[in-house]
C-alpha cells in the first residue's frame, strides 16, 4: 500500500465565494489566521492572540492510500431517493471521479466544485460517456430532496457536459456508510457541535473502472489538462484517442508535486528509438542496392582484346 499524509487546511471564509484564492494549502499561520476572521478564536484577557493551530483541525487531512480499492458494498441513496451501493457506479470500462462534500458547507465545497465544473466545461473528455462523478455528502443529516437541488445546480452549471445529469451521481447515505468511505481513501475529516460545520479537506480522487484509487488531487483548483492525463491514467486505456495514449505514455505522475510531468527516461527512449528509425529509413536502399549488385556477381567483366582488335578466344 502506498499512503502519503498530506496536510490540508480549512480557507478563510471572508474570501468571496467561488474565489480561487481560497486554497486549502496555507501554512499552519495562515490557518490560524483564518480562524481568527471566522470569529472561532477570540483574544485573550491580556490582548494576545492564539496563534495555534485549532485542535478541531489538526487531523484534516488525506491520507493517500494509492493502490486500494473502494469498498463496493457500501449503501448509497441517491439523489432520486433509490437505495443503491458504491458497485453501481462502476461497470469497468469508465473511471470514476469520487468527491466527499456537502450541501451546507459555507465554503470550501462550493469553491471546490464550481472549480470542478469549469474544468469540466473546458474537458475534451465526455462526462457520462469517458467517465462518471461520484460526490457522496459526508452529512448523514442531509435529505434526499437537498442533495437533488444541489446535483440540478452543478448540472445546470455545466453547459458544455451534455451528458452531466446522468454521469454526475450525488448520493447520501449512514454515518456509518460515510466513514467507511472516507477511511477506504484516506479522508479525514471533524464535525464542530457548536458551529454544526464539518471540517474537511479538498479531496478528488481518481478511481479506476475497477474501483483502484489511483491518483488525487488535493487543490480546489484543477487544470484541465491535469485533469484528462489524470483520467486517462486511471481509465487503464479504456478511454482517450491513440494520440491521449501517446502523451500519456510521454508523462509519468510526481506525487510530489502532485501533477504530471514529461517522464525524462521516456523522451530518452523515444529519442534513440527515432534515431534508429531514421538511420534505417536512410541506409535500407544503399544496402538493399549493394545486395542486389552483390546477387549478379558484381560487374560485367568485358572480353579481352589483343593488339590486331580482336576479340582474344
Known sequence: M????????????????GRPGCGIRGSRWLLAAAWLFCGLIAPSASGQLNDRVPKQVEDVTVDQKLGESLPFDLSLVDSNGKATKVGHYF???RPVLLTL???????LCNVQLNALVETLNRLSLRLGRDFQ???VSIDPRESTERVRETKRNYVEMLDQQPGAATGWHFCTARESAIQRLADAVGFRYTYDSKTKEYYHPAMLAFIS??????RYSLDVAFPPEQTKLALID???GTIGTPVDQFIMWCFSYDADRGSYVLGAWRLMRLAAATTVAVLLVTLLPYWLGRKRSASFGGPTAKPAVDLSGHSAV
Do not use: E, F, H
Open 91 to 93: 461497470d469497468g470500462q
Open 101 to 107: 462534500n456537502y450541501s451546507d458547507c459555507p465554503v
Open 209 to 214: 473502472p475497477d474501483g483502484v484509487i489511483s
Open 234 to 236: 486511471a481509465s487503464n
Open 2 to 17: 502506498n499512503v502519503t499524509r498530506q496536510k490540508t487546511t480549512i480557507p478563510d471564509r471572508s474570501t468571496p465565494l
Open 133 to 135: 462523478i461520484l460526490t
